[in-house]
């Protein structure tokens, strides 16, 4: 076993880009490594740790954490640590030790591979330039964290997505209206934030019914794999004598906090407010992002809350970022809708009296956005208005319609609710079907439950061939229905309940989705209305109505959602005369609750509820009370298209921001490169393929396979497809994209490898003499900064080719990329070796000179690429600044982040080098 001792310097062979690490702590099974360069850590198994020793040679130059020079004069090693004496450049003896060591060191040596004779096929170095081109591009994309995702291309989704996901530690509640895809935003912020660096370590928390529900959704459409607990799996972890080392896994071996054994980590909320220790447990962790669905079960109240509630606010106290899910984010009154708020920003909403006032204020800016859009000249009245707010510099905006424009997103900007609150609409989203109420009226002495069956049964033989949901609200009564329509009527049926195990759900919910064998009806209790998608279904039976306006809007959110293809059915069968169809009335009459989206039926109800109560027990008072309702609710539905939805809708998609990205996506998806590089990809590492259909492939693992491991290619073999159209509808295929960790994982192996970096071939090119040689270099710009800085967007080109021949004469305009590939001829290892041998010192002369033209141009990139960080974050903290003198949504922790972004961006940028990354030497020939 390797030794290893504190202070030993080493690199990661698979993270190069983190620069000399440091031994910080050594057990008999894992040690720890520093990345000071990156500010990082890693932990590994002592067994197989992917590191490279440190150890330099007598006559190299080293420098000291303080960028001072030494050349090594003397080696002295001792209990595995070495000291390197030497002479400054004062020419002053001294030492350091290896902890003293600058950390900001690039390794790779393609000189001394070529000069040793080990030189590479030309198909992998082509393979490494491709990885140094394509990575360039993907750097200054952005649309980084977006591109990976098995998801539908819709505007809303990416705009949100895209918003929400590059900030710094957001906080956010997402609240679209059932049916319009919070988990795909949520699970595309997710992404983006851990692609870009700026989120490692994401607890999700979500009722029971959907654990599992989001474990499938975040591996199959994100390729994210989230560690599941259970109170089971915490167990497991507290003990581990109990499994082996294989099936914990190495993170979850490091510690015996169950929550700190993964970076992803999923579960319930009931495993944290049912349990003190798992939520202390669940405390002691660093968050980057937590996650919550459902966000409507945490109830709060000034002088009461429930045990979630208490969990979560305690949770998100620590978390840096998090996100609030809900469809209904008022359902039960202003109070909780304060209550989320109030999770997001404690320091924003901290008075519920002076909420309930701002929500006042909404309507007025509506107002002033609709006159700027309805074409007329701005009156003096809203001229004043705007100077108030604005400044004078808006009066002269207003003359033209781009004026208008820009007027509108100053008013959102800094007055609008979308910082925190993202809430898109049907309204607003185009694509959704229509919805059409069936009642069935029931002329039967009895029992209702049994009148409902024999009812159910009837009409399920007349629609043989459709799927069928049912959902009423108790479980007992969804279980006793299930079993009669199976064992005595021979219904293919399935039931869905809370007494079930979350697999036992899984299969039930897999068994309705099948197509060809699969059941006829789903039964479920209430706990099928919230999180299930069912859009492949078109009939929704409600067996009984629940007192909760919401309630009906989330049962018909699973079949109502985007993806269904055809109008959505609602059956509702009642007994004539009886308390529930005066309830079925004044819902569909007074609040047109089922052929509409009703996002105003729990204040509705609540108003109303004395009187309905009345109606349901005496049908005489029922016909005014459904036309005061309906009054009334048309009232309130008016007053939101012109108060705080219509602004919502606004600063939940802008549509032109939202189209560029649906474009920039739906190019990439076009770009053949893709294609053409994992091809190169197999067939430089032996990696079996063949074609499967129309832009699908199946790969496995060959005997001549050139490395031990291909990333993301298991031992059975994978199919994947390049078409999204196609990954949308075949479940069983990968999607691959530029992000797919199968893709990202490759580049990585490439770039980290020195495989490819030397080439030797020969070239016919008339205008160079024969005999003479043509050198072309690759090299990037290289940074040892974090990876949340995201300092490769700033270089406008970190990527160098260059070319010269014996003359020196600067050819890489002339001979470009594909001359190279149309003209060069591959020369035998040998012939290839004695080349080398022989122009040793020509190809060391031409080297040295493009290197030296490489760091010319180093500077300048570095000046560049200093301009572009100050301009993009001054823009930034000067619109932030302004923005938190009238907008209390801008938190100063985010204005201070930006701050410190800016100076870590410059001081990380000043240490950049420029890196070869590859040769090659072609002989010009007759």
Not at 241 to 270: K, M, R, T
Not at 589 to 617: H, K, S, T, W
Not at 620 to 642: G, V
Request: net charge negative; glycine share 6%.
């Amino acid at each position: 076993m390797t030794e290893f001792t504190l202070g030993q310097r080493w690199i990661s062979n698979t993270e190069p880009e983190l620069g000399l690490g440091i031994v910080s702590d050594v057990d008999h099974r894992l040690i720890t490594i520093s990345f000071p360069a990156a500010d990082e850590h890693r932990a590994y198994a002592r067994n197989n740790a992917p590191l490279a020793r440190v150890k330099y040679r007598l006559g190299d130059q080293v420098q000291d954490l303080d960028g001072n020079s030494m050349v090594i004069h003397a080696i002295d090693e001792n209990d595995h640590y070495i000291t390197y004496t030497g002479e400054n450049s004062e020419g002053e003896s001294c030492s350091l030790g290896e902890v003293e060591l600058d950390c900001f060191v690039n390794f790779n040596k393609p000189l001394e591979r070529l000069f040793a004779g080990q030189i590479d096929k030309l198909s992998d170095y082509r393979l490494r330039q491709q990885t140094l081109v394509q990575q360039q591009k993907l750097a200054s994309a952005h649309i980084t964290g977006l591109i990976g995702p098995r998801v539908q291309l819709l505007p809303h989704q990416l705009y949100i997505a895209s918003e929400v996901g590059q900030r710094f530690a957001p906080r956010v509640l997402l609240a679209d209206e059932v049916g319009l895809g919070k988990t795909i935003e949520a699970g595309l912020i997710i992404h983006q934030q851990l692609l870009r660096g700026l989120s490692q370590r994401v607890l999700i928390a979500v009722p029971d019914s959907l654990v599992h529900q989001w474990l499938v959704e975040m591996l199959r459409r994100f390729n994210l794999a989230f560690t599941l607990l259970d109170e089971e799996r915490c167990d497991a972890i507290e003990n581990p004598e109990s499994l082996d080392e294989e099936e914990l896994g190495l993170e979850e071996i490091s510690s015996d906090n169950p929550f700190d054994s993964a970076q992803l980590v999923l579960c319930s909320i009931s495993l944290l407010s049912d349990n003190p220790k798992r939520l202390q447990q669940a405390l002691e962790c660093r968050w980057d992002l937590m996650v919550v669905d459902e966000a409507h079960h945490l109830h709060w109240h000034p002088d009461m809350q429930c045990d979630a509630y208490s969990a979560v606010e305690q949770l998100a106290a620590l978390a840096r970022g998090l996100l609030l899910l809900t469809a209904t984010p008022e359902q039960v009154g202003v109070d909780s809708h304060f209550a989320r708020l109030r999770l997001l920003d404690p320091d924003r909403y901290f008075d519920l009296d002076r909420f309930r006032e701002e929500q006042t204020h909404f309507g007025d800016i509506n107002n002033w956005i609709e006159q700027l859009h309805s074409g007329q000249a701005a009156d003096q009245t809203l001229k004043q208005q705007l100077q108030t707010l604005l400044g004078n510099d808006v009066v002269p905006l207003l003359e033209s319609d781009s004026g208008r424009e820009t007027v509108t997103e100053q008013l959102l900007d800094r007055y609008g609710t979308g910082r925190v609150l993202f809430r898109n609409t049907r309204a607003a989203v185009a694509g959704f079907p229509e919805r059409r109420l069936h009642s069935h009226p029931l002329e039967t002495d009895e029992d209702e439950l049994q009148g409902k069956l024999q009812w159910l049964v009837a009409w399920l033989k007349q629609h043989r061939q459709e799927k069928i949901l049912v959902i009423c609200s108790q479980a007992h009564t969804a279980q006793e229905l299930e079993l009669q329509l199976r064992l005595r009527h021979g219904v293919r049926s399935a039931v869905f309940v809370e007494s079930l195990s979350l697999i036992e759900r899984d299969r039930a919910a897999a068994y309705f989705a099948d197509q060809e064998d699969g059941a006829q009806v789903l039964i479920c209790s209430e706990i099928g209305s919230e999180g299930r998608n069912f859009q492949f279904a078109h009939h929704l039976v409600m067996l009984d109505l629940p007192l909760n306006p919401d309630l009906i809007e989330q049962r018909i959110g699973r079949l109502d959602r985007i993806g269904q293809t055809e109008t959505v059915h609602i059956h509702v069968p009642v007994q004539s005369g009886s308390a529930e169809e005066s309830l079925l009335r004044w819902y569909h009459e007074g609040l047109n609750g089922f052929e509409q989206v009703c996002p105003i039926g729990q204040a509705v109800y609540d108003e109303f509820a004395d009187e309905l109560d009345a109606a349901m027990r005496d049908a005489a008072s029922l016909p005014e009370l459904i036309a005061t309702t309906k009054a009334r609710s048309d009232e309130l539905r008016d007053a939101l298209r012109h108060g705080r939805d219509r602004l919502l809708e606004l600063n939940s998609c802008k549509p032109a921001v939202a189209t560029q990205l649906v474009d920039a996506l739906a190019a990439l998806d076009e770009d053949p490169d893709l294609v053409a590089y994992m091809d190169l990809a197999f067939d430089c590492y032996g990696v079996d393929s063949e074609r499967h259909s129309e832009h699908s492939f199946v790969a496995h693992p060959s005997d001549h396979m050139h490395s031990q491991h291909f990333p993301g290619l298991p031992d059975e073999g994978i199919t994947a497809t390049y078409s999204r159209l196609q990954a949308l509808s075949r479940e069983d295929m990968n999607f691959l994209t530029w992000e797919h960790p199968m893709v990202s994982g490759v580049m990585d192996m490439v770039l980290n490898s020195e495989r490819g970096n030397t080439t030797v071939c020969t070239m016919k090119l008339p205008p160079l003499k024969p005999g003479s040689l043509l050198v072309e270099a690759l090299f990037s710009v290289h940074h040892s900064a974090p990876r949340f800085l995201q300092l490769q967007r700033f270089l406008d080109n970190s990527y160098l080719r260059l070319v010269t021949d014996n003359q020196l004469r600067a050819l890489q305009n002339v001979v470009k990329d594909e001359h190279f590939s149309k003209l060069e001829q591959r020369l035998k290892g040998a012939t290839a070796k004695q080349l080398v041998e022989h122009a040793r010192n020509e190809i060391e002369r031409i080297a040295s000179h493009l290197e030296k033209q490489a760091e010319a141009e180093r500077q300048q990139l570095i000046d560049t690429a200093r301009d572009n960080i100050n301009r993009y974050y001054e823009g930034e903290l000067s619109r932030l600044r302004a923005l938190a003198d009238v907008n209390p949504n801008i938190r100063g922790d985010e204005i201070a982040f930006l701050e410190e972004l800016q100076q870590v961006s410059l001081t990380s940028l000043e240490h950049a080098q420029i890196q070869l990354h590859a040769i090659k030497v072609a002989l010009i020939t007759n």
